[in-house]
């Protein structure tokens, strides 16, 4: 996704695989659930220090392979992933979503891993760690947060709720110990710029973990098998344990709580089951005078949002109660207000500022690692700025205070919006920041969807998870927990794989 896109939403259906074993598991024996964590926790992902710059080389000649090869590939890719799970519900099929199992089909991948080079890889994974920590502390900057996002609130009704709650919770002193955070980093390489350039940093609800890893090891599959073929190297896709590492810091959150008898809640979108919406958190939730908050009689310890980062999320007053319930109660929120604001677009313009990052961060090295991958970033007041969006347009991405994809401006519009809003005045401006428009590599890939496959040219963003968790002083995580690589046809500015933008891919280290 040319210049940048929000967070990702799963399919309902994938959403129901990938929560309904934690919830329910922690549900019936949590004890068991956390042991099976620990013992099936995988290596970490292999990460040098190297950081010579180069661009991303052809691994691939794709005009030397005939189409029965390709074809093999297909069936091998297709049959993998209906064996281990990278299925999504068909929207085509009457009963997909309304019955466990039927009407699924394969999720939109890219049929081998794209080309990237070594030494970006590594640098994502060594600032993942300082990104965590930077959105932590963040999170307890309480000013910091309501005067970056002062004027937005004012241009922005959805913000403008969020602010509320996370201003009564700064009024009654409310403390968040444990603070668990489940991020994610997006990243592309810029060829104008040689460099890896972020896109944005998730705080909520960050797709894609199992797919992930799944079309990691599925990438991995077709290369044992035949990567003699390809002159390919299966090792070269580095490992991904995005899905265990995240359900290990959930696990880890729910064992710091400390009550035995407490459940993760997974809070989703309506119509989606053996789970909560925020409107059934609403009717059924309460806080005790002790800070437990039990839903449906049952207490919760950790609150996951898979909602709640679109105004679509909130339809009624409902939906807010629920939001401010969780957040006066003690439960481990992933995540607070607190990092759902530090995730802000308004927030990562801020940072971009001279002097910023110094406010949070005391390490010179960090501050210059968290520097070096940050785009142009400027707020709508900065009249040179605009001056030259609205003459080059072609260089710039307008965005909205807004999560989920399909948000973003691109091209002529931009220049249309910025001319729109110096006629109806300045107030809007606060809604929308300015992005340098990143230009990455073209490459030949081929994408696989329905069933079939078709080579395109293509264009990748690469997003880091990391995991953060902390109690009172203690950190007990702070990792760079997987991957998600997502490729799109590089004709289209957005980058969406659930809204049918891009495909799901893996990265062969070069």
Same mark, same amino acid.
């Given at each position: 996704?040319?210049?940048?896109?929000?967070?990702?939403?799963?399919?309902?259906?994938?959403?129901?695989?990938?929560?309904?074993?934690?919830?329910?598991?922690?549900?019936?024996?949590?004890?068991?659930?956390?042991?099976?964590?620990?013992?099936?926790?995988?290596?970490?992902?292999?990460?040098?220090?190297?950081?010579t710059m180069e661009s991303p080389k052809p691994i691939l000649d794709f005009e030397k392979f005939d189409d029965g090869f390709v074809q093999k590939l297909v069936y091998d890719a297709l049959v993998w992933s209906?064996?281990?799970?990278?299925?999504v519900g068909d929207k085509t099929h009457q009963r997909s979503g309304t019955v466990p199992g039927v009407g699924m089909m394969h999720a939109p991948i890219a049929l081998l891993p794209t080309p990237f080079p070594?030494?970006?890889?590594?640098?994502?994974?060594?600032?993942?760690?300082?990104?965590?920590?930077?959105?932590?502390?963040?999170?307890?900057?309480?000013?910091?947060?309501?005067?970056?996002?002062?004027?937005?609130?004012?241009?922005?009704?959805?913000?403008?709720?969020?602010?509320?709650?996370?201003?009564?919770?700064?009024?009654?002193?409310?403390?968040?110990?444990? $603070?668990? /955070?489940?991020?994610?980093? !997006? &990243?592309?390489?810029?060829? #104008?710029?040689?460099?890896? *350039?972020? +896109? =944005?940093?998730?705080t909520i609800s960050c797709s894609f973990p199992g797919f992930g890893r799944l079309v990691t090891e599925l990438h991995q599959s077709l290369l044992r098998s035949h990567g003699d073929h390809l002159g390919l190297?299966?090792?070269?896709?580095?490992?991904?344990?995005?899905?265990?590492?995240?359900?290990?810091?959930?696990?880890?959150?729910?064992?710091?709580?400390?009550?035995?008898?407490?459940?993760?809640?997974?809070?989703?979108?309506?119509?989606?089951?053996?789970?909560?919406?925020?409107?059934?958190?609403?009717?059924?939730?309460?806080?005790?005078?002790?800070?437990?908050?039990?839903?449906?009689?049952?207490?919760?310890?950790?609150?996951?949002? $898979?909602? /709640?980062?679109?105004?679509? !999320? &909130?339809?009624?007053?409902? #939906?807010?109660?629920?939001? *401010?319930? +969780? =957040?006066?109660?003690?439960?481990?929120?992933?995540?607070?207000?607190?990092?759902?604001?530090?995730?802000?677009?308004?927030?990562?313009?801020?940072?971009?500022?001279?002097?910023?990052?110094?406010?949070?961060?005391?390490?010179?090295?960090?501050?210059?690692?968290?520097?070096?991958?940050?785009?142009?970033?400027?707020?709508?007041?900065?009249?040179?700025?605009?001056?030259?969006?609205?003459?080059?347009?072609?260089?710039?991405?307008?965005?909205?205070?807004?999560?989920?994809?399909?948000?973003?401006?691109?091209?002529?519009?931009?220049?249309?919006?910025?001319?729109?809003?110096?006629?109806?005045?300045?107030?809007?401006?606060?809604?929308?920041?300015?992005?340098?428009?990143?230009?990455?590599?073209?490459?030949?890939?081929?994408?696989?969807?329905?069933?079939?496959?078709?080579?395109?040219?293509?264009?990748?963003?690469?997003?880091?998870?990391?995991?953060?968790?902390?109690?009172?002083?203690?950190?007990?995580?702070?990792?760079?927990?997987?991957?998600?690589?997502?490729?799109?046809?590089?004709?289209?500015?957005?980058?969406?794989?659930?809204?049918?933008?891009?495909?799901?891919?893996?990265?062969?280290?070069?």
């Amino acid at each position: 996704m040319v210049g940048g896109c929000s967070s990702l939403s799963y399919s309902s259906s994938s959403t129901f695989i990938a929560t309904t074993t934690l919830s329910s598991s922690l549900k019936l024996n949590p004890q068991s659930f956390i042991f099976h964590l620990n013992l099936r926790k995988p290596a970490p992902l292999r990460c040098a220090s190297s950081l010579t710059m180069e661009s991303p080389k052809p691994i691939l000649d794709f005009e030397k392979f005939d189409d029965g090869f390709v074809q093999k590939l297909v069936y091998d890719a297709l049959v993998w992933s209906s064996l281990h799970g990278l299925v999504v519900g068909d929207k085509t099929h009457q009963r997909s979503g309304t019955v466990p199992g039927v009407g699924m089909m394969h999720a939109p991948i890219a049929l081998l891993p794209t080309p990237f080079p070594e030494s970006y890889w590594n640098q994502a994974c060594e600032v993942a760690p300082v990104f965590n920590e930077l959105v932590d502390r963040i999170s307890l900057d309480g000013k910091f947060i309501q005067d970056s996002l002062s004027r937005t609130k004012k241009a922005d009704v959805f913000t403008s709720r969020l602010l509320e709650i996370h201003s009564k919770m700064l009024e009654s002193n409310k403390r968040e110990d444990i $603070r668990l /955070g489940l991020h994610r980093s !997006d &990243y592309m390489l810029d060829e #104008e710029t040689k460099s890896l *350039l972020q +896109i =944005e940093m998730n705080t909520i609800s960050c797709s894609f973990p199992g797919f992930g890893r799944l079309v990691t090891e599925l990438h991995q599959s077709l290369l044992r098998s035949h990567g003699d073929h390809l002159g390919l190297d299966s090792e070269r896709v580095p490992r991904n344990a995005s899905t265990s590492q995240f359900a290990d810091a959930m696990a880890k959150a729910w064992l710091e709580y400390n009550n035995p008898r407490a459940v993760v809640m997974v809070v989703v979108q309506p119509d989606e089951r053996n789970m909560k919406s925020l409107a059934e958190v609403e009717t059924e939730g309460r806080v005790h005078e002790d800070g437990t908050l039990t839903v449906g009689g049952q207490a919760v310890s950790v609150v996951y949002y $898979r909602s /709640g980062y679109t105004p679509r !999320d &909130y339809p009624s007053e409902s #939906e807010w109660n629920a939001r *401010l319930l +969780i =957040e006066q109660s003690s439960a481990v929120k992933c995540p607070s207000i607190a990092y759902h604001l530090a995730g802000t677009k308004k927030i990562q313009q801020e940072l971009a500022k001279p002097g910023v990052l110094e406010r949070f961060m005391d390490n010179k090295d960090d501050v210059a690692k968290l520097r070096k991958c940050f785009a142009g970033l400027w707020s709508l007041d900065d009249p040179e700025i605009i001056k030259k969006a609205i003459e080059k347009p072609e260089l710039f991405v307008m965005k909205p205070q807004r999560e989920g994809g399909g948000n973003n401006i691109y091209g002529d519009d931009v220049r249309e919006n910025l001319l729109r809003l110096q006629r109806e005045g300045e107030e809007e401006n606060a809604a929308y920041i300015l992005m340098q428009r990143i230009f990455p590599k073209v490459s030949n890939v081929f994408l696989l969807r329905d069933g079939v496959y078709h080579k395109d040219q293509a264009i990748s963003e690469l997003g880091v998870y990391g995991a953060y968790l902390r109690n009172k002083e203690r950190v007990i995580i702070n990792e760079q927990s997987g991957y998600l690589m997502r490729t799109k046809v590089s004709s289209s500015d957005e980058g969406g794989v659930a809204a049918g933008y891009a495909v799901l891919d893996s990265i062969y280290l070069n």
